[in-house]
């Protein structure tokens, strides 16, 4: 064999491991690109679902007419939509009776800024109870009897007047899952 053939076998040798290394340089570069096409995809399929969690909220001082939408609204035995004494806002269902408003007396406490409100799927009643006399008043358990514009019961709610010092004020609270919203009136009476 003379030079020029070995040397051309050793060009053919070197061009052969050259397209080697070519190849498998090009390999490992097609490999990172398709791993980064797959962690770009992964991360937006990630983030997608975090917004889809969070669900759609409106913008902050905007109201949702429900009924436009022919949605019902509901959290469990309390339906979310204005009626008889109540109205919905900002998600709450308030009681807007003025007879609640009154100042009512029960065994020498005065009671005032009576509300109700709903939401998450139970009704609270709250009043401030004020006892405006120089005596001790002792706490108990009572009643607090709803009523509707016919006078009649609409729910009966358990609660705890607290202990009352001599002209002090306290607030009493009570909670149910039936929707006292659309009470027309209320009272206390003794268990």
């Known amino acids: 064999m003379n030079k020029k053939t070995k040397e051309n076998e050793k060009k053919e040798i070197n061009k052969k491991e050259k397209n080697e290394k ?10 990172v690109i398709v791993l980064i096409v797959i962690l770009i995809a992964y991360l937006l399929i990630a983030f997608s679902k975090k917004d ?10 905007t109201t949702i007419d429900y009924n436009l939408l022919n949605v019902e609204r509901s959290n469990g035995n309390i339906v979310m939509e204005d009626g008889t004494n109540a109205e919905v806002k900002d998600g709450v269902k308030r009681n807007t009776s003025s007879k609640l408003q009154e100042e009512r007396t029960y065994n020498d406490m005065n009671i005032r800024d009576a509300r109700i409100e709903a939401t998450g799927g139970m009704s609270q009643f709250a009043a401030t109870v004020e006892n405006p006399y120089d005596k001790n008043i002792e706490g108990e358990f009572v009643d607090v009897v709803f009523i509707n514009e016919d006078g ?7 609660t705890f007047f607290p202990d009352l010092e ?18 027309y009136d209320f009272y206390i009476e003794a268990k």
């Open 152 to 158: 009649s019961e609409l729910a009966r709610v358990e």
């Open 22 to 31: 070519d190849i498998g340089t090009n390999v490992a570069k097609i490999v």
């Open 52 to 61: 889809e969690d969070k669900g759609l909220k409106p913008a902050p001082n």
């Open 166 to 183: 001599p002209n002090s004020t306290s607030e009493i609270n009570a909670s149910t899952d039936i929707d006292i919203t659309s009470a």
